[in-house]
């Protein structure tokens, strides 16, 4: 494609304003009202001058934002013509843009189809734990990229998964599946390691504290058993004191009988041949 030359010439304009006539008359006019006193008489007059003063900063304004339009004509033109010619160069950019992109979209495919055989080769029995989809980096589609580059991350990856599984496994923990699963979203073996570790102290915690209620109904067993005892004890001693008791009464009964059934028993004075008077 031909170069396109571009030329811009740009010739300065000028504009005439009788700048230094027109600021020593208006300095002379305004010097008029310097001090001046308006009474309610001369209100009217006061009103006219301000409206005067209105009237006259009114028409340099008009003036100036009416020059300066003129001014910009050309300038208004010449950027309408040049957005003209960018208008213009922006539909073959876009056509050609759209094919660049295209075949940029099939290297990546094919590129991506190669990453993907690579991983078939390397994944060996640590698919369930590496979807390829988890670990693909875009960087791989891109030229820069070498193959040897993309099996050496690929490998990485495997390695550190095997590492990390082996590792979950080998803590035999209860939490195993959900601290693969775990790995399986992160990809980060810290992660899933804080699973087991958490549950293990929790469950840690939970048997301490099991073990101290257990120690606790134990300890209360006890002295509820010696307590028991103590009164079972007491019990003893009172039934024994009072079959002691009991005895101790019992002979007295015994020995007191045998002197009240002799007097009883005792013959009369004159079965005994006692002389009666």
Do not use: H
Not at 18 to 43: C, H, I, M, S
Not at 240 to 262: D, F, R, S, Y
């Amino acid at each position: 494609m031909n170069q396109l030359a571009l030329r811009v010439n740009q010739n300065p304009g000028t504009i005439e304003l009788n700048f230094e006539e027109l600021n020593k008359q208006l300095d002379t006019k305004l010097a008029e009202y310097k001090g001046a006193v308006f009474t309610e008489e001369t209100k009217d007059i006061a009103k006219g001058e301000v409206a005067g003063l209105r009237r006259l900063k009114k028409e340099i304004d008009e003036a100036r934002k009416a020059t300066k339009k003129k001014w910009m004509e050309p300038c208004d033109a010449f950027e309408e013509q040049m957005k003209n010619l960018t208008k213009k160069i922006d539909e073959p950019i876009q056509l050609i843009d759209d094919q660049v992109k295209e075949f940029d979209a099939k290297k990546k495919a094919e590129k991506r189809v190669q990453c993907r055989k690579i991983y078939d080769e390397i994944i060996g029995d640590m698919g369930r734990y590496l979807p390829f989809e988890k670990i693909f980096n875009p960087k791989w589609e891109n030229v820069s990229t070498s193959i040897k580059t993309i099996r050496e991350e690929i490998s990485k990856y495997v390695e550190d998964a095997r590492i990390t599984i082996d590792a979950i496994k080998a803590m035999q923990s209860e939490k195993e599946s959900e601290a693969i699963e775990v790995y399986v979203d992160t990809l980060s073996m810290a992660k899933a390691i804080d699973v087991i570790n958490l549950y293990e102290r929790q469950k840690a915690e939970i048997l301490v504290r099991e073990e101290e209620r257990r120690k606790q109904e134990e300890e209360r067993r006890l002295q509820a058993e010696i307590a028991r005892a103590k009164a079972e004890e007491r019990a003893a001693i009172a039934r024994e004191e009072q079959i002691k008791n009991e005895v101790k009464q019992e002979m007295q009964q015994q020995v007191a009988q045998p002197e009240e059934e002799l007097e009883v028993l005792k013959e009369p004075a004159f079965l005994q041949g006692e002389d009666v008077d």
